[in-house]
Nanobody, 134 residues
Framework: QVQLVESGGGLVPPGGTLTLACTVT????????FGWFRQAPGKEREGVSC????????YYPDSVKGRFTISRDNAKNTVYLQMNNLQPEDTGVYYC???????????????????????????WGQGTRVTVSS
C-alpha cells in the first residue's frame, strides 16, 4: 500500500526559505512521477511543481517559477520542494502526490500532471502546513 508522508512545513517570514520533503513507501519510487500541490484557505488546490520519472522533466507555474525547485532522491525514496523567497501568498497546506497508473506516465507530461491534479494523480499525502507571515 502506497504512503506519502510530507514534512518540513512551518512558519517563516516573508523572504524566507523552507524545504519540504515527501517520503514514499509502497511503490518502486524511481519509476513514479511526483507532484507538489498547495491549497490556501478558500482557494482551489494548485499544482506548484511536478517531476516525471522517465526523463526528470519538471514543471512550475509562473507563480513559483524561479523560486521553487523540485528534486528527487531515488536512494531515499524522497521528493523535495525547496522554496525560496517565500511570500504571504505562498501560505497554505502543501501536498505530495503521485500517479499509481505507471503506464500513463510514459505519455503524460509533467505540466499535465500539475495542471490537472486529481485527474491523473491518484495517491496523496496528508499535507504539511506552510505559513508565511511576519
Amino acid at each position: 500500500q502506497v504512503q506519502l508522508v510530507e514534512s518540513g512545513g512551518g512558519l517563516v517570514p516573508p523572504g524566507g526559505t523552507l524545504t519540504l520533503a515527501c517520503t514514499v513507501t509502497g511503490v518502486e519510487f524511481e519509476y513514479y512521477v511526483f507532484g507538489w500541490f498547495r491549497q490556501a484557505p478558500g482557494k482551489e488546490r494548485e499544482g506548484v511543481s511536478c517531476v516525471r520519472a522517465v526523463d526528470g522533466r519538471t514543471y512550475y507555474p509562473d507563480s513559483v517559477k524561479g523560486r521553487f525547485t523540485i528534486s528527487r532522491d531515488n536512494a531515499k525514496n524522497t521528493v523535495y520542494l525547496q522554496m525560496n523567497n517565500l511570500q504571504p501568498e505562498d501560505t497554505g497546506v502543501y501536498y505530495c502526490a503521485t500517479d499509481l497508473t505507471v503506464e500513463r506516465q510514459a505519455y503524460t507530461d509533467s505540466s499535465d500532471y500539475c495542471r490537472t491534479g486529481p485527474k491523473y494523480l491518484n495517491a496523496w499525502g496528508q499535507g504539511t502546513r506552510v505559513t508565511v507571515s511576519s
